[in-house]
């Protein structure tokens, strides 16, 4: 098992947090959180950053479970309000209650490797832009080996096509593994999951219709590596979608259940 017990005690102790009681979430579903006004004061922009610049090493490494806390929360380091910090205090408060979380990795099956990756996306979530933000995680096996949580970079206009531009990041990312395990010599099949049906009817469909010739022309990459067999996508139902994870806050029951199918456990 990979962790950092460590280093979140190290933190909690370095901010003083070490007497916050335990949440189970590192974010509220019930908060919106805003950028500041022309005319609100930024509060402690020092502390803040250096907040959220400690919990990026956490996710980079092994905590996957607080990758979307910290992206949200980023976007708002050059002005930070209070409503920002006590937010940021929260994932600490959740840190707290699971520091001895970390990453199992068990050992490989007999059988042939594969590479799975999911992909989910939850539209128009940023409360100031109405962008969307994307998740998605790769699993080599059964071990988890890249997972990442950003918001989309142009806002979409509907549900189907926030899940075709995460499906098509998540492709480019397919399409690099594939360059490195060719190198390898190693063959691995490579299945993309979605759990949007017209996102992957979308994929399949080379004809460019009404409904999407709006897209930009880079996200219809997925559609060329379908054509050219580099990997599949299936569908997966939405409650069983771990990449909702990296999307949006979730409740306490619905937290616990994604992350431990990541392979978060204490």
């Not at 098509?168 to 691995?188: F, N």
């Not at 999407?212 to 379908?226: F, G, M, P």
Request: proline share 3%; glycine share 4%.
């Amino acid at each position: 098992m990979l962790k950092q017990q460590l280093y979140i005690d190290q933190l909690l102790e370095r901010f003083n947090m070490n007497n916050l009681n335990p949440v189970k979430t590192p974010l509220d579903p019930h908060v919106k959180l805003y950028k500041a006004l022309l005319d609100e004061p930024a509060v402690d922009t020092n502390l803040y950053q250096q907040y959220l610049g400690s919990l990026m090493y956490l996710v980079t490494c092994t905590r996957p479970d607080i990758a979307h806390a910290v992206s949200v929360l980023s976007q708002f380091c050059s002005h930070p309000l209070a409503s920002h910090h006590q937010a940021v205090k929260r994932v600490f408060r959740y840190l707290s209650g699971t520091r001895s979380m970390g990453l199992s990795y068990s050992r490989p099956s007999t059988g042939s490797l594969s590479l799975i990756g999911y992909s989910d996306a939850g539209y128009g979530n940023c409360w100031d832009t109405r962008r969307s933000w994307q998740g998605y995680y790769f699993l080599l096996g059964s071990c988890l080996i890249f997972w990442r949580s950003s918001k989309q970079h142009s806002i979409s206009t509907s549900t189907t096509e926030a899940e075709y531009m995460a499906l098509s990041t998540t492709a480019r990312q397919a399409s690099w593994y594939l360059i490195g395990m060719k190198e390898l010599d190693i063959k691995v099949p490579v299945t993309l999951k979605c759990d949007n049906t017209s996102t992957i009817d979308l994929s399949h469909h080379t004809i460019i219709s009404q409904h999407s010739k709006h897209i930009d022309i880079h996200y219809h990459y997925v559609r060329e590596c379908l054509l050219n067999n580099k990997f599949s996508i299936e569908y997966i139902e939405t409650t069983n979608n771990t990449a909702d994870v990296f999307t949006k806050p979730l409740d306490a029951a619905k937290h616990s259940k994604l992350i431990l199918q990541l392979g978060c456990t204490v």
